[in-house]
């Protein structure tokens, strides 16, 4: 055969399992080349040599073809294979795999590392409560208005569910010496329940006490525009005189709208202004009750819900307690 | 707590004080507003008088009325009942527009031409001050017909509500948030002008005697009229209308006018009801609980202090003789005696409970002053009088601390300005100290605190520079906190496993504890006072809000519903735990090509995998139910290094479908268990182990925890692990099953021989044939 049919051979392979056949064909054992060199036996010596020379170029001719053509049939091969394997990616994304934390619990936290951060220590309480720890030491005395029975969740032998995370102070208090820098973060309960109440709830209460006359209306000042800029960002913080029993002087803290950036629009009321937190000096009543002497502190309380209703634009209080995903999986 | 401008301005010169301001300095002297809104009637709407009024020819219910309105005389047809009683009325002129966006043009009703509106206040944009039509009268000014109502700055007023706290009960009237106004406006009080009327019937004493047993903690002062007609004008209409006050007749509206102007307490009686022969006799008796009842005849008690009054003692405006009484009690006395016997208290008490207006001389004369005004009214010369002397809280505070409470320095002279602008007396006792007397309407000034909290709403928080505190550096980190990042971690891996956090009410229904056998807070520790049926107990488990908040989901058509909540639970003597529960429900994952769009329910394999990717490695054992929410057949014990940690179960079939939940999976664990322990590290050896299978028959009933536990009992250290890979069973077994175990095992200090492992097998082998009877496959 002629060289050009033999490149023929392998260049009409079209599959890799052809050019297979093809190279078995050529370059086999028995195959057309070896044939050829057989033939060598018989070639008269003086022809030998042209012969051997024309035979090995045709050999290297011949695989330098099947090289190239191996070569193109293998990228074929790899991309046909690689073909096979293509996946539309547009169909594997928003795979809804993973949860989310609750609003009001992921806001509880951020206002936590604030406070850790701030070297405050975190305390706990237990929610059953009894009369002292939740209204009397905290300057409450009995026909207080704000005891008002309607507002407390009472037991039939006489303990209450806590109003207020404030039972968390007076028992830290009790069980330790100052000076104390702790937050009470945790839920309370009232006797409440339409739009805008729930009877659970959460707060987070804060206290510092320190011996002496140390602790002013200034270091409460400062340290809450501080937490509030944490929570809120850049926002203007207005602090205006209100009353507390346990605390005096007491103050409430307003921040700038964060929807009309005080212009004024329905969520603030049109004021311009949101109530964010209550807060104070400690009354001397309140360390009277736990045994302190000569002691200053301030301390402030504040809503967990409000916050997270404030930070996502959550409208409804109750949906928040009703686990339903379709508010959850937006914060996931 | 409403008041509008105008009103304040009888007690204050508002004069060169915008709204803004005022609006400021409330929020800034600690009186929130919550509302501020100006009236300002429309123009075109002017004074009327009515000339002539007759009924409309074809409707019954019309009238045709004449009425000047300066320029001219128009024919208004006016639908109100009330116009047939009016002489002067609002006009709403032809062109005019209406705040309720109605444009006045002529009109024909029935056949009879209207040229203009008589208005209602509700119309103007007021509040609705009478049914009807507003009828005007000189109470709000000089009447002229043709003149703009606009003109009128009587009524074209300010509202402004604030939001008092429970200490302010001085600020409870017009007059008491005119008084603290003027502290922080600085601008005095107006002096009250009273003129006693010169004409009398006869001497109080000549027709009346006042009787006082015992010592009497209270103060009173009556005064005696009679009353032939009780009119009121469009005014205090207008403003009680505005206050949002609700009045039974007209002497009770001017009796409430009075309270909320003044703040002083105030009643009036059928003075027949003290009649003994000629003379009324009014007697005041103190309990030994502290209340102070008014007597009356035979000796009954026909009001008490602050509390109530009988409602037949009550004055009404077609009463003859009335007895207007004025009085103060002090709250907490008042408080703790209502509290003791549960009286039953009328409108009164909220404010006399949180302190009233001591001056009852300035209650009676603004009473009085108004009666004259509106009504035909003969009264008794002087009055019947009691005075409790109440001592003054004296109060010594030092500048030195008043500064340290507020973190600025203050001084002696501006302190004292402060307070006298608020009525306490202030006498210097030497460079830093004062003695503070607060007066009788402070009631809640106790201590030098209290003076201080006076200090900063006058001149103002923002006076107060924010300062950072300094305090000695001290770790205040502790366990709880440690505890607190722990079960965040948790949290979050929860949330990497595709569950959702849910925070649902430490209540829970007890109907549904009992209907499914749930563990229920004994009745002796109940809650006394729920607020609803289904939230009448505490829950003892999560998973019953857990399943409310599924059901709540598969009602939104919630397919694959994946929860979890970290709360607190407890058990029947209302012992308190801290749990985490799961619960996994419907699909496994969710719909997609990889499922063709039909996911697997979960199972109980995926279930505890995925739990154990959150909480680490555990173990379980099947269990038995303890209620009505589990699965008989997968309910199981959860253990943590051998120490059990929760409980996890399928929930019940039947429950399921009472509840129309599809199959669900519920885990609960002690947050405790599950907190990460110390944990000291092992050396690896560094020899060749090798993994070995054992395939026994075992009794079907045996379940693997005892294989393992058998295994376990061995104790040979050439056992690194085993674990089950597979579980066969057919009819050849029978009664038995088939179980594989793998096992690794490897030496610490050589490289093990095929003997050493075969003797290892071996051992294994026979240690489950004798405790488990176990045979090799």
Not at chain 2, 430 to 439: F, G, Q, R, Y
Not at chain 2, 530 to 536: D, G, Q, S
């Amino acid at each position: 055969m002629q060289e050009q049919e033999l490149k023929q051979l392998i260049h009409n392979a079209t599959t890799l399992e052809a050019l297979e056949q093809v190279r078995i064909s050529l370059f086999g054992k028995k195959g057309i080349l070896a044939q050829e060199f057989a033939k060598m036996k018989t070639i008269p010596n003086e022809e030998k040599k042209a012969f051997a020379s024309w035979l090995n170029n045709l050999k290297a001719t011949l695989q330098e073809a099947f090289e190239q053509k191996h070569a193109i049939l293998s990228a074929q091969a790899l991309e046909q294979q690689m073909q096979s394997e293509a996946i539309d990616v547009s169909l594997y994304g928003m795979l809804p795999l993973k949860g989310a934390l609750h609003p009001v619990a992921a806001t509880m936290d951020r206002i936590i590392d604030f406070f850790v951060s701030m070297n405050f220590s975190v305390k706990t309480g237990p929610l059953v409560e009894d009369d002292f720890h939740n209204f009397e030491a905290l300057n409450l005395p009995k026909f207080h208005p704000a005891r008002d029975m309607q507002d407390t969740f009472y037991f039939h032998d006489g303990m209450l569910l806590r109003t207020h995370t404030s039972p968390v102070q007076i028992r830290t208090m009790l069980a330790q010496k100052p000076p104390i820098r702790m937050i009470a973060p945790g839920a309370v309960f009232r006797r409440d329940y339409d739009l805008t109440h729930t009877p659970m709830f959460h707060q987070v209460e804060g206290l510092v006490v320190e011996e002496g006359d140390v602790v002013s209306f200034a270091n409460l000042k400062w340290i809450l525009t501080e937490f509030l800029h944490h929570m809120f960002g850049d926002v203007e913080v207005r602090f205006r005189p209100s009353f507390f029993p346990f605390t005096e002087p007491s103050a409430e803290v307003d921040i700038s709208c964060i929807f009309c950036q005080g212009k004024g629009c329905r969520v603030c009321s049109k004021t311009g202004w949101l109530e964010v937190l209550g807060c104070g000096i400690v009354d001397p009543n309140v360390f009277e009750m736990v045994g302190y002497h000569h002691v200053s502190g301030y301390a402030f309380g504040l809503g967990v819900e409000r916050f997270a209703m404030l930070l996502h634009q959550i409208g409804d209080l109750r949906s928040l307690f009703e686990g339903d995903i379709r508010l959850l999986e937006q914060f996931r | 707590m409403i008041v509008t401008r105008r009103w304040l301005e009888e007690f204050i010169d508002l004069e060169g004080i915008d709204n803004s301001t005022l609006y400021d300095t409330f929020n800034r002297i600690g009186l929130e507003v919550d509302r501020i809104e100006s009236y300002a009637i429309p123009r075109g709407v002017v004074i009327g008088k009515i000339v002539a009024c007759e009924k409309h020819p074809h409707a019954d219910k019309l009238n045709v009325c004449q009425i000047d309105i300066g320029t001219a005389i128009k024919q208004i047809v006016c639908g109100a009942a009330n116009v047939r009683e009016a002489e002067y009325v609002a006009v709403a002129t032809l062109g005019s527009t209406l705040p309720n966006g109605m444009s006045i043009k002529p009109v024909t009703l029935r056949g009879i031409e209207s040229e203009g509106m008589v208005c209602s206040a509700g119309e103007l944009g007021l509040p609705q001050a009478e049914d009807g039509i507003w009828i005007l009268d000189e109470s709000i000014g000089e009447l002229e017909p043709g003149k703009e109502l606009q003109t009128y700055t009587n009524i074209n007023d300010t509202l402004i509500e604030l939001e008092l706290t429970a200490n302010r009960g001085d600020c409870l009237s017009v007059y008491g948030v005119a008084r603290d106004l003027s502290a922080g406006l600085g601008i005095k009080c107006k002096p009250f002008e009273y003129k006693q009327k010169e004409r009398f019937l006869l001497g109080i004493g000549r027709k009346a005697e006042f009787h006082i047993e015992g010592e009497i903690h209270a103060s009173v002062r009556y005064k005696l009229a009679d009353i032939k007609r009780v009119n009121i004008g469009a005014l205090v209409k207008l403003r009680l209308a505005f206050a949002q006050i609700e009045y039974k007749d007209n002497l009770d509206a001017l009796l409430l006018y009075t309270t909320h102007a003044t703040g002083v307490m105030l009643r009036c009686y059928d003075a027949e009801v003290f009649r003994m022969q000629e003379k009324f006799r009014v007697a005041l008796r103190q309990t030994s609980t502290g209340k102070v009842e008014v007597l009356g005849k035979n000796n009954t008690a026909v009001s008490m202090l602050g509390a109530y009054q009988q409602a037949d003692a009550k004055a009404s405006e077609a009463t003859q003789s009335v007895l207007f009484e004025a009085f103060y009690i002090e709250p907490e006395p008042l408080v703790a005696a209502i509290s003791s016997e549960q009286i039953q208290t009328d409108a009164l008490y909220y404010q006399s409970s949180r302190g009233s207006n001591p001056d009852l001389y300035f209650g009676t004369c603004y009473l009085t002053c108004l009666l004259d005004r509106y009504c035909q009214i003969e009264w008794y010369e002087g009055v019947l009088e009691h005075r409790c002397e109440i001592e003054q809280q004296k109060i010594v505070a030092g500048i030195d601390k008043l500064s340290q409470i507020l973190g600025i320095k203050l001084e002696q002279r501006k302190v004292a300005q402060v307070l006298h602008a608020l009525g306490f007396d202030v006498r210097r006792k030497d460079h830093d100290e004062m003695v503070i007397t607060s007066p009788l309407f402070r009631h809640d000034i106790r201590n030098v605190h209290d003076i201080a909290e006076e200090i900063m709403r006058i001149i103002g928080i923002d006076a107060i520079t924010s300062k950072p505190m300094r305090f000695q550096e001290r770790m205040s980190q502790d366990d709880i906190v440690d505890r607190y990042y722990a079960l965040r971690a948790l949290r979050q891996r929860a949330i990497s496993q595709g569950f959702f956090e849910h925070i649902s009410y430490l209540f829970a229904p007890k109907a549904i504890h009992e209907k499914y056998q749930v563990v229920s807070l004994d009745s002796a520790l109940e809650l006394a006072n729920p607020i609803a049926e289904e939230l009448n107990t505490l829950r003892t488990t999560l998973a019953i809000n857990l399943l409310s908040a599924l059901k709540h989901n598969v009602n939104h058509t919630q397919k694959r519903i994946m929860l979890f909540e970290v709360g607190t639970v407890f058990d029947a003597q209302r012992n308190p735990s801290e749990k985490i529960a799961f619960l996994y429900s419907g699909y496994q994952e969710p719909e997609g090509v990889r499922n063709s769009g039909k996911p697997r329910a979960i199972t109980f394999d995926v279930f505890v995998s995925v739990l154990q990717s959150i909480l680490g490695p555990m173990s379980f054992c099947n269990t038995t139910p303890t209620n009505d929410l589990m699965h008989p057949y997968q309910s199981a014990t959860a253990y943590r290094d051998q120490t059990v940690c929760g409980t996890l179960f399928k929930l019940h079939p039947k429950t399921a479908q009472d509840l129309g939940v599809f199959d669900t999976y519920i885990a609960e664990f002690d947050v405790d268990a599950l907190l990460p322990s110390h944990i000291n590290a092992q050396t690896i050896s560094k020899f060749q182990g090798a993994y070995k299978d054992l395939s026994i028959v075992i009794d079907k009933t045996l379940s693997y925890d005892k294989v393992h536990a058998a295994i376990q009992q061995i104790k040979n250290p050439l056992i690194k692990r085993f674990y089950p890979i597979d579980i066969y069973e057919d009819r050849q077994l029978g009664e038995k099953k088939s179980l594989t175990i793998r096992f690794f095992i490897q030496s610490d200090t050589q490289t093990l021989e095929d003997a050493q492992i075969d003797a290892t097998m071996k051992q294994v082998l026979h240690v489950l044939q004798e405790s488990i009877d176990a045979q090799l496959r």
